[in-house]
């Protein structure tokens, strides 16, 4: 079985992250979605609209998902991947070359193009602007 994880917040989830969902699921068998929480976004500078428990619930009805885990911190990518036993990491292609040396001998470091126009940062300017 080939194994594949992916990060992020999930926030106000969108066509955009339904496409990298279903694109990362196709390079293997069991997809695990690594879920930012609550008290990492902060860390981040970051605040959801949704808290991690409704993030969370949405992406486990996401039929592309097989598990989702918490993330805590920067540094348990390395650790998610042996522990989980995963042979590809995916994340979206502006974050290329970041995690390279970090995974290298690890598993396999794929980084998928974003979908065009739109993003969680564009819906949540565009509601702001209708208020």
């Not at 650790?79 to 040396?101: S, T």
């Amino acid at each position: 079985m080939r194994r594949v994880i992916t990060y992020g917040t999930f926030d106000l989830l969108h066509y955009g992250h339904i496409e990298l969902l279903q694109r990362a699921k196709a390079l293997g068998d069991y997809l695990v979605v690594a879920l930012s929480t609550d008290e990492f976004n902060a860390i981040k500078g970051k605040k959801s609209y949704f808290p991690y428990d409704r993030r969370r619930r949405m992406l486990e009805a996401v039929r592309y998902v097989d598990l989702v885990v918490p993330e805590d911190h920067w540094e348990q990518k390395a650790h998610d991947v042996e522990n989980l036993k995963i042979d590809v990491f995916v994340m979206g292609d502006d974050w290329a070359g970041k995690f390279d040396e970090e995974l290298e001998g690890k598993c396999e470091v794929i980084y998928l193009p974003r979908t065009p126009n739109v993003s969680t940062t564009q819906i949540k300017n565009e509601l702001n602007k209708s208020s």
